[in-house]
């Protein structure tokens, strides 16, 4: 199972499923906490404290008079997982800096009658996640297949789930419920008619580009033998372009300034950003807001989809021709390795403003003198071609 939520996965979660925006999770959220319905929510832990884990029992007995989980507590105590929670994955004090990761308090369920429907979804999301965790693995049944047709490999995948686990409370995934019944041949070529050896049969094979199965098909597969003779009456090539990445959505950009630090390839300045990325687990929602609000972003209300304006790519364009390094996540690590310094007394607070000032004082000098004016007129003129309408904040469909 998945750990708990943190602020971050749950408005990223809540984005994709809700299509509500972060700023909108965390009113939702903030809301159930002083409802006393979940614990402290501006947290970017995802895990639980020991303490807390000690006493978990008084969340799940709680959650007995909510009627969504009331079955899954039977199961939970049948398990007895809840038992050996301290030492599973799920609680961990060194992960855990001011709060732990987002539970339901079992406490306050006389509320739950006077909350909206969106907010109903966001707390039995939460309560789902939580009672995940005491739930064992999903297990998968994967059965890989080498076909030869005169002397070519085809290699096909298939899985089919054997037992749901955690999967019974969190429920199955889109992408793989959609998958169900499909079986596709990979690098086809056309041999239609020709007779088709199976080369060799493998289980528990194939982690990528598995085809989800009905119970009764992948029974079938799995009695064939090495040197099954098998017509093909059939073979599809499936063509197709490499894909561009996907657009942020209001959700995994919050991810993505979570995790702005890991595209630092410097080991020791990206140990300085790690976990804090952009942000803060309280002010990443705001941020995004404020750049929409002054149109330096544009949110697609019901996708969800962040698209940057025509006026955002020309901030980013001066700035980007102007002091490039701001742009860099490796000089916000770089300050806040001279944080570690002034904390360790390597170096005073002074030294340290000091040296804050003298950057600020050489790049504006710089900024000054470049009267680069030309050449910014030359990347407006550039972004703006990508615009059905100069300046109407919304990329064309160049």
């Not at 965390?26 to 159930?32: A, C, F, G, S, Y």
């Not at 021709?321 to 005073?348: D, Q």
């Amino acid at each position: 199972p998945p750990l708990l939520y943190n602020l971050a996965e749950l408005q990223n979660d809540c984005s994709k499923r809700f299509k509500i925006s972060p700023d909108e999770t965390l009113r939702i959220v903030q809301e159930l906490y002083e409802k006393k319905l979940v614990t402290y929510p501006r947290t970017d832990a995802r895990v639980l404290s020991t303490a807390v884990a000690k006493e978990i029992s008084r969340n799940l007995n709680g959650l007995s008079k909510y009627p969504m989980a009331a079955p899954y507590l039977k199961d939970i105590l049948e398990f007895g997982s809840h038992k050996g929670l301290a030492k599973t994955r799920y609680v961990n004090d060194k992960q855990i800096t001011d709060h732990y990761a987002i539970i339901p308090t079992g406490q306050g369920l006389g509320a739950v009658h006077s909350l909206s429907a969106v907010s109903h979804k966001v707390y039995d999301l939460i309560v789902r996640r939580f009672l995940s965790i005491f739930y064992p693995p999903a297990v998968y049944q994967k059965v890989a297949i080498v076909s030869k047709i005169r002397g070519e490999s085809f290699f096909s995948s298939f899985k089919v789930l054997a037992e749901e686990g955690y999967l019974k409370v969190a429920g199955t995934p889109q992408g793989k419920r959609q998958a169900q019944g499909s079986a596709q041949q990979s690098d086809a070529r056309s041999a239609e008619g020709q007779e088709n050896s199976v080369d060799t049969v493998e289980k528990d094979a194939g982690e990528s580009g598995d085809q989800n199965l009905d119970t009764a098909l992948f029974e079938v597969i799995k009695t064939l033998k090495k040197g099954t003779v098998l017509p093909v009456r059939a073979l599809d090539i499936k063509e197709g372009e490499t894909s561009p990445p996907k657009r942020y959505n209001s959700g995994s950009i919050i991810l993505a300034m979570e995790n702005a630090g890991q595209l630092i390839e410097d080991e020791e300045l990206r140990a300085q950003i790690k976990g804090s990325g952009i942000g803060t687990s309280a002010t990443r929602a705001e941020i995004l807001k404020k750049l929409i609000h002054i149109k330096y972003l544009a949110l697609n209300k019901k996708t969800q989809i962040i698209t940057p304006t025509l006026q955002g790519e020309m901030v980013y364009d001066v700035v980007d021709n102007s002091i490039k390094s701001l742009l860099n996540p490796e000089l916000t690590a770089s300050w806040e390795k001279g944080l570690t310094y002034v904390a360790e007394g390597s170096i005073t607070p002074d030294e340290y403003m000091k040296k804050l000032d003298d950057f600020i004082t050489r790049r504006t000098v710089g900024v000054k003198g470049l009267n680069n004016q030309y050449q910014l007129r030359a990347c407006y003129d550039k972004a703006a071609g990508f615009y059905k309408k100069a300046g109407n904040g919304r990329k064309g469909d160049k």
